[in-house]
């Protein structure tokens, strides 16, 4: 079987690799493997300091509460106790993580001092000269609580009179472009084909929060350097996003902060939220000696930010023969009480519908979602994992409505070589047949010859690459109101009102066809296309010209373009 | 608080160092005598990253008072190595039985006690060896095959 993969690669791919691969199939050493057998690889808690100070947090044990006083006199007066920090203590309290890459609005404190929006949410921090004693003296933080009324449900959160998680956000949804409360997609028309189809079918589907659970807990130490730098050694996955934060939460330019990481007891996307580099350092700012603030496992379980949960309703209509002529998605996504990484994620997932099939008609409306739940963050795949649960459990829901074997209608529908996709891009490099029928005989599922006989390389394309003539628009979820702090603000030019433009379609240079068809479409005076390529995600995304950010877009989304 | 004096052999060598009420052995080998091998995962005795050796049996150092070291002969992966390294790391390298290595010395911990015990186990006894021992990257399945390639009379897993 590996010959035959390996001569699959070569048919699928010859264009892309070199022949001379020679790793697959003979081992290879890691290079760090030395260290962890020998338990000398360097983790942030390995790096022993004179005189370390250890730093817990005081929680809200609400969903969703307001702070009238925070009394940490008695906590201070506790055995071991150095100082207690709360919100008045960082220089700069708010902060949204990707905001380095100038996306979405400041909305969380690193300590809370208004408000908090999930159990669990930080309000202070205790510096003691142990553990034990930072853990006592947490309990003595004194909160004047006035408890809010809370939502933890997607759907609950955006019905007209919910609990507002966060003011700058009253509508409980995350805002894109300072316009959008929700990301679109719109291609054919879903309304006409689910007339004409033979089946309609529906679902309903949801996820759960997944904690990453690495055996490593999340934690940084830092220490002052005689240099009037700071070192801090952090559990990071994203080192200098990490320092990013840290410099600008703390207000100080990252020349004075020495961050050192790479060395990671497993993340999995839960140690990007750069949460205990700025809380250490500022300890050991205001203290002069060394910090460590540390999850312990309850912590990493229950405040850690996990995969963000995910509602999807897909409706799908079929013709008797097992083709999908329309999808229609409607998604929310759990971003918890700040948006974090959660605005992306949509984005990514967006991107990624109506998953690996030809379908002539999609329609989605997916939105970020805030309840008084943890916030969500990265996780292996996130905007992405969950949705395909989503559309491969509706697939399986499909065969049976039209009673064909699943694998064989994920043959019939799957994108071919030079297919149109949902994004108005060309499909390329398809392998989803090929792999179905590995799969099928790897199961021993028999397939029909059709199935059999079906290939990515041919039967795509032709009518398949035309981009529909009509394409139904519409203007749902603009709002009003939202003006900095937005990349797509930033340095762009103000376009028109009305529906985003369609982007041109790329040129693919082995199906010069499909460079050709331009979008007709019912929207009233588009705004002048832009020259350059269209960016993801689409029709919502479309940039205006001369955007002058620190990033492009695609950069964002991890888009390979070539 | 009280500070208490223990000393034990820590890898064949006689240590000495104060412990304080409630600390674990974990801490205490870590920040008394800086042997940072042994890893701290949970606290609570489920990860199995703080695995050691204790008159030669795995426990979990942080479920054992720092005062209980008293007297005992306690074995990390600090010693493992001699001259060249031990067999079972060799083997962790070759099989790719680690990918963070955060939980690699527990499994090195227990999978020399059951070595020590038992140098023929079947692959049933050694997922019942590192069934305490939790790792989130590799799946296990490099794991066992190392550990078997170890196990005397057998030339390959």
Not at chain 1, 156 to 184: C, M, R, S, T, W
């Amino acid at each position: 079987m590996k010959q035959g993969q390996f001569e699959l690669r070569k048919e699928f791919f010859a264009d892309e690799r070199p022949e001379n691969l020679n790793e697959i199939g003979k081992p290879t050493r890691r290079q760090d493997i030395l260290g962890h057998v020998t338990g000398r690889s360097p983790y942030f808690d390995d790096h022993l300091f004179e005189g370390l100070l250890h730093i817990r947090c005081a929680r809200s044990p609400h969903h969703h509460a307001r702070i009238r006083r925070i009394d940490t006199s008695e906590a201070e007066r506790m055995p071991g106790v150095v100082r207690v920090l709360t919100g008045r203590d960082v220089p700069r309290n708010l902060n949204t993580l990707l905001s380095l890459l100038d996306f979405g609005i400041d909305d969380e404190p690193l300590l809370a001092d208004r408000k908090v929006g999930y159990k669990g949410e930080p309000v202070a921090a205790v510096i003691a000269t142990s553990e034990a004693a930072a853990r006592d003296a947490v309990k003595k933080v004194r909160v004047d609580w006035e408890v809010l009324p809370h939502v933890l449900d997607v759907e609950e959160a955006i019905k007209p009179g919910a609990p507002v998680v966060l003011d700058i956000y009253p509508g409980n949804k995350f805002i894109y472009h300072g316009k959008y409360d929700h990301q679109k997609l719109r291609y054919g028309d879903v309304e006409a084909a689910f007339r004409s189809a033979d089946h309609v079918v529906e679902g309903r589907y949801q996820m759960s929060p997944i904690e990453q659970a690495p055996i490593e807990t999340c934690g940084a130490i830092a220490a002052p350097e005689v240099n009037d730098r700071y070192v801090c050694y952090t559990s990071t996955q994203a080192l200098f996003f990490s320092l990013g934060t840290a410099a600008k939460v703390l207000t100080t330019p990252s020349s004075r902060l020495h961050f050192v990481g790479g060395t990671v007891g497993g993340g999995f996307g839960g140690k990007v939220d750069s949460i205990h580099e700025p809380i250490a350092v500022l300890g050991a700012m205001l203290t002069g000696r060394p910090c460590k603030f540390a999850w312990d496992r309850e912590e990493e379980m229950q405040v850690g930010a996990p995969r963000g949960a995910e509602r999807w309703y897909i409706k799908d209509g079929v013709m008797r023969d097992g083709r999908i002529v329309a999808r229609r998605f409607t998604g929310y996504f759990d971003s918890g009480a700040y948006t974090r990484l959660s605005s992306y994620a949509i984005i990514k997932g967006v991107g990624h519908l109506p998953g690996p099939y030809t379908i002539p008609n999609v329609y989605a409306d997916v939105y970020c979602v805030f309840t008084n739940r943890t916030p969500a963050t990265a996780m292996r795949g996130f905007g992405i994992t969950g949705v395909d649960f989503a559309i491969e459990a509706h697939m399986d829901k499909v065969a049976e409505t039209v009673g064909m074997n699943p694998i064989e209608l994920r043959i019939l529908n799957a994108y071919r070589d030079g297919d149109m996709k949902a994004h108005r891009r060309v499909a390329k490099n398809c392998a989803l047949i090929e792999c179905c029928q590995v799969v099928a005989e790897k199961a021993g599922i028999a397939l029909s010859p059709a199935a059999r006989a079906a290939s990515s390389l041919h039967g795509g394309g032709g009518e398949r690459a035309q981009i529909p003539a009509y394409t139904a628009t519409d203007g749902a979820g603009r709002v009003e109101g939202y003006e900095g702090g937005n990349y797509a603000r930033k340095g762009g030019a103000k376009r028109p009102d009305g529906p985003a433009p369609i982007a041109v379609p790329p040129t693919a240079p082995r199906q010069p066809a499909y460079a050709a068809p331009m979008p007709t479409y019912a929207a009233p005076a588009p705004a002048p296309q832009p020259a350059h390529r269209p960016e993801p995600p689409p029709p919502a995304a479309a940039p205006g010209p001369a955007r002058s950010g620190p990033m492009r877009f695609s950069s964002l989304s991890g888009f390979r373009r070539r | 608080m009280a500070k208490k004096p223990v000393t034990f052999t820590l890898n064949g060598a006689e240590r000495a160092a104060f412990t304080e009420d409630g600390e674990n052995l974990l801490e205490l080998l870590r920040r008394g005598v800086g042997d940072l091998t042994p890893k701290y995962g949970c606290g609570q005795g489920t990860c199995g990253a703080c695995t050691v050796l204790i008159d030669g049996e795995p426990h979990l150092s942080c479920l054992v008072l720092g005062e209980a070291a008293q007297g005992r002969r306690i074995e990390t992966v600090a010693g493992l190595a001699g001259a060249t390294l031990h067999p079972l790391q060799e083997a962790f390298m070759t099989h790719f039985a680690a990918q963070c290595g955060y939980c690699t010395p527990g499994m090195l911990m227990s999978a020399k006690a059951l070595l020590d015990r038992n140098p023929r186990p079947s692959r049933a006894d050694v997922v019942e060896a590192i069934s305490g021992n939790l790792c989130r990257c590799t799946g296990y399945e490099p794991i066992i095959d190392a550990i078997l390639s170890v196990a005397e009379g057998r030339a390959t897993a």
